[in-house]
């Protein structure tokens, strides 16, 4: 396992943007395949959006597609999710994850390691 830490999350305004970081407390991301999930008041975590350890590949919900956008850091060691044109249902705490040199998956239970979240608040 890998601690991971977030950061970006706030409160903005619908259509608004707001840009989350994940990057390793210690040791190097650059072997992880990596995601975001989010989850929401009494509801379950869903998957976001993942990216394979390489940049090569990557996974994006149908609800963010074409709003989202995840990358990598020149040096693999960061992530960054930005998300544009917000909506009050991207209402959610958000949450990286990493697994070690797979593939992009959506389930939650693929990864060993998790952020403590950061909150998303949309408002209308």
């Known amino acids: 396992q890998v601690p991971l830490v977030e950061s970006g999350g706030g409160l903005v305004q619908a259509g608004g943007s707001l840009r989350l970081s994940c990057a390793p407390s210690?040791?190097?991301?650059?072997?992880?395949?990596m995601a975001w999930f989010r989850q929401a008041p009494g509801k379950e975590r869903e998957f976001v959006v993942g990216?394979?350890?390489?940049?090569?590949?990557?996974s994006y919900a149908d609800s963010v597609k074409g709003r989202f956008t995840i990358s990598r850091g020149n040096a693999k060691n960061t992530v960054t999710l930005q998300m544009n044109s917000l909506r009050p249902e991207d209402t959610a705490v958000y949450y990286c994850?990493?697994?070690?040199?797979?593939?992009?998956?959506?389930?939650?239970?693929?990864?060993?390691?998790w952020g403590q979240g950061t909150q998303v608040t949309v408002s209308s």
């Open positions: 210690r040791y190097t991301l650059r072997t992880y395949t």
């Open positions: 990216i394979s350890w390489n940049g090569e590949s990557t």
């Open positions: 994850a990493a697994r070690l040199m797979s593939g992009v998956t959506s389930n939650p239970f693929d990864f060993d390691s």
